[in-house]
């Protein structure tokens, strides 16, 4: 019980986070740049962000399922395989309730003056307007971007077919790229804006005006080249360790020691 409360919770909450950003969060800066939030917690879980919410819920539980697949035998592979493709559905189902929700029921945000890329980090510095259909202009001004919605569709309809097909491994594969496409998605909506203010839109951060200063940047650059190798290594060496199904024969030799 505590495993699927502490799976469950977070993958809801995760979408209900990136719900309300997509909306816009009602906080704001004064003169000195000091933030203020001006909402609420119950505010925060609003319809679309209850939405988003369900999105990252069968996302996440469609991943988990086929993970369960490919690590089991028997009865349980055959219940994770059934749970990964109804997920699967529910993501298609929900995936394009948001996307129609967002482009025709939700004003995205546009910076029509003072966006300075490399300008100080000041978010007061521009100014922003709210408008129809503005999450989605990205998609229009650079097509590339189209491909991370496409690969959000397609790996999981794929996931579908190879599931039902007992092709657990590349259902793993497919299954990881339609969490890639969409979350994607929503960040390459969202780009250039990271939270965007509904009570005060010009106070809205943005990847420019949020930015650290060169010096931290490059420090943070130098942290990740020296321990992303350690990670990666270590990550593999487990998954290299725990490789393989958990069959009942695994369990009886384990419980003699």
Do not use: Q
């Amino acid at each position: 019980r505590a495993l699927v409360v502490s799976g469950l919770v977070p993958s809801l909450v995760f979408g209900v986070a990136f719900g309300n950003l997509l909306l816009g969060t009602p906080f704001h800066f004064d003169d000195t740049l000091r933030p203020f939030y001006t909402g609420s917690f119950f505010e925060l879980l609003n319809p679309f962000a209850l939405l988003c919410g369900l999105v990252s819920l069968a996302m996440l539980m469609m991943h988990g399922a086929v993970y369960a697949a490919l690590k089991t035998t028997g009865e349980i592979a055959r219940r994770a395989t059934c749970a990964a493709t109804r997920a699967a559905l529910v993501l298609i189902v929900l995936f394009t309730l948001g996307g129609l929700w967002i482009t025709f029921g939700i004003d995205g945000y546009v910076i029509v003056s003072g966006a300075e890329h490399g300008g100080p980090s000041n978010p007061l510095h521009k100014t922003v307007i709210r408008e129809t259909g503005a999450w989605i202009a990205n998609y229009g001004a650079y097509p590339l971007t189209m491909l991370a919605p496409a690969l959000g569709y397609a790996g999981a309809v794929g996931t579908i077919l190879l599931m039902r097909a007992g092709a657990f491994g590349l259902a793993f594969i497919t299954s990881g790229v339609a969490v890639a496409g969409i979350v994607a998605t929503a960040g390459l909506s969202l780009f250039p804006f990271i939270m965007p203010s509904s009570s005060d839109p010009s106070s809205s951060l943005t990847v420019w005006d949020s930015s650290s200063s060169h010096l931290t940047l490059f420090i943070m650059l130098l942290a990740a080249a020296f321990f992303m190798p350690i990670i990666v290594a270590y990550t593999s060496w487990v998954f290299s360790v725990v490789r393989g199904k958990v069959t009942a024969e695994h369990l009886d030799h384990d419980s003699k020691y």
